[in-house]
């Protein structure tokens, strides 16, 4: 028997495949085809890209939401502001009024009136420590507590001295103190036009807004004059003796604040002012008197340099313990580089009695806008 006989190869048939011999294995699934692929790839992306997309469009809209809330906060930071200026300014009126006699109160009842300013001025400190500032505004609010605080401090020192002032021991002492205490306010007028305004100014124009009303312009201390005991002791001389027949017509006018520019003018420092064609002064006049004035005129004059400039305004009416300011617009462009002085007079009223207070000089310099 031959080789070939007894060991014959297995046939094709009988041969286990690798898929018999392992069963429970499963076999290879079938690629997807290259469109298929391709189909599969741009579904995909599409859904990467729709994703995407709306997380652009979440964070634009969660921006757009905290940018109005930045916006609200900022506008209604400055309509508080605003309010608490506005109501300091109307305790100045009030209280310079009465300080004027235009109440014709008796000295007990100008003590209450001020001690009522106090209490106000009191409250609109705790209103101020309750806003609630952005985070830009910070130092802002924090000058304008100051300058509230200074207020109310200076209304306090005046309440406490007004009875010894105003009675017949100790009065110049009274007097001394009560003209230091004004100065309370002029730190505070000063607090309020170079740190409050200017930095509520410029966090609004930052986000492109605007106050819902302009900011005030007043000042607590209506005049300078206020810090001078002479002045103190002339004022509270006549709230002593009282309005009477004689005192009831009894006239008088008074410069007050003067700007030009934006810039406070002074009678003992040089003020230095940017040159414009269009520069304009603002006078504040102030009626001391019991009467109402009417047709009050207003002049001023810039000499030294090579043309003297003038301009004169009339303002139509100042009603009794009141003030007025008028504007005053140069015709042409002031010189610039070189000291000058700017004179402002009022033409007193019929039988004034005291008319120093009615023209001042101020040393200024214009410089190039």
């Known amino acids: 028997m031959s080789f070939a006989e007894t060991d014959e190869a297995p046939s094709p048939q009988q041969d286990p495949s690798p898929a018999q011999s392992r069963p429970g294995r499963p076999g290879r699934a079938n690629r997807p085809s290259g469109p298929e692929r391709r189909a599969v790839l741009r579904r995909r992306l599409l859904a990467m890209a729709l994703g995407a997309a709306l997380l652009i469009l979440l964070v634009i809209a969660t921006r757009g939401c905290l940018d109005a809330r930045a916006d609200r906060a900022y506008s209604e930071y400055s309509s508080d502001v605003i309010a608490l200026s506005d109501e300091s300014l109307q305790q100045s009126n009030s209280l310079f009024e009465v300080l004027r006699g235009g109440g014709g109160e008796e000295a007990v ?39 509230l605080e200074f207020r109310r401090d200076g209304l306090a020192g005046i309440a406490s001295e007004l009875p010894v002032a105003l009675g017949e021991e100790d009065r110049d002492g009274a007097t001394t103190r009560i003209a230091r205490d004004m100065r309370d306010f002029l730190v505070s007028d000063v607090l309020f036009a170079q740190r409050v305004a200017p930095e509520l100014r410029e966090g609004l124009a930052e986000r492109d807004l605007a106050p819902e009303s302009d900011l005030p312009s007043g000042e607590f201390l209506p005049a300078v004059d206020w810090l001078q005991e002479s002045t103190v002791s002339q004022k509270l001389g006549a709230l002593r003796e009282g309005p009477g027949e004689a005192g009831a017509g009894a006239r008088g006018l008074a410069l007050g604040v003067v700007t030009a520019g934006g810039e406070t003018l002074s009678e003992s420092a040089p003020t230095q002012v940017t040159a414009a064609s269009d520069l304009s002064f603002s006078v504040q006049v102030q009626n001391q008197g019991a009467v109402p004035e009417e047709q009050v005129e207003v002049s001023i004059a810039v000499t030294g340099g090579a043309t003297p400039l003038a301009v004169e305004r009339t303002i139509e009416s100042i009603p009794a313990g009141g003030s007025e300011t008028a504007a005053l617009p140069l015709a042409d462009t002031p010189p610039t580089g070189r000291p000058v002085t700017v004179t402002i007079k009022i033409d007193s009223a019929e039988g004034e009695g005291r008319t120093d207070d009615n023209q001042s000089s101020y040393p200024a310099t214009f410089i190039p806008g």
């Open 109 to 147: 009842e100008l003590q209450n009136s001020v001690n009522g300013f106090r209490t106000q001025a009191e409250q609109l400190v705790d209103r101020a420590g309750g806003l609630d500032p952005p985070e830009r505004m910070a130092g802002a609010d924090r000058f304008l507590s100051y300058s």
